[in-house]
């Protein structure tokens, strides 16, 4: 089933030169493919909209003012069960939970730089493909 979804290169994948990695691994896999990619810094209220599923958490505030800290590279990738397939590649939230050979196991420890972001249902990615990508077709 093709599908498509949001990815961010968080402001620390971009910080410390990860950009090529990350993509590099994304393209490697068959039959998916790139369908938008943009360098940009979010402002607040992208971000607020965002994570509005996370108002009121204590890691709330420091993460939209992480998000805001530097630019991100926001991707659309497209193809076979691609929503589950990046949140696999990512791996889980926290790096040091996150098993080596996922991108967050091989390149974080803290639970908030952990590097990418990845819509986590159909019904978020088009949410927030709707917010960072409105003219994609
Ligand atoms: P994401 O939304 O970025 O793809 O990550 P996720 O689904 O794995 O994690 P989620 O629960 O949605 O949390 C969003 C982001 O908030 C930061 N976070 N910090 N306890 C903490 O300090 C904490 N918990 C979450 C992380 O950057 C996480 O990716
Ligand atoms: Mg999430």
Do not use: C
């Not at 986590?120 to 917010?131: F, G, H, N, P, Y």
């Amino acid at each position: 089933m093709s599908q498509r979804t949001l990815v961010l290169l968080k402001p620390d994948a971009v910080r410390r030169g990860l950009v090529g990695e990350i993509i590099g691994r994304i393209e490697r896999k068959a039959d998916w493919s790139i369908a938008a990619l943009e360098l940009r810094t979010l402002d607040r209220s992208v971000l607020e909209q965002h994570y509005a599923e996370h108002v009121g958490r204590p890691f709330y505030e420091p993460l939209v003012e992480f998000m805001a800290s530097g630019p991100v590279v926001a991707l659309v990738v497209e193809g076979e069960r691609v929503i589950e397939g990046v949140r696999a590649l990512a791996g889980p939230t926290d790096p040091l939970a996150a098993a080596p050979g996922s991108i967050r196991g091989d390149f974080g420890t803290i639970v908030r730089e952990n590097l990418v972001h990845a819509s986590d249902s159909e019904e978020s990615a088009a949410r927030e493909l709707k917010l960072f990508f409105p003219d994609l077709a």
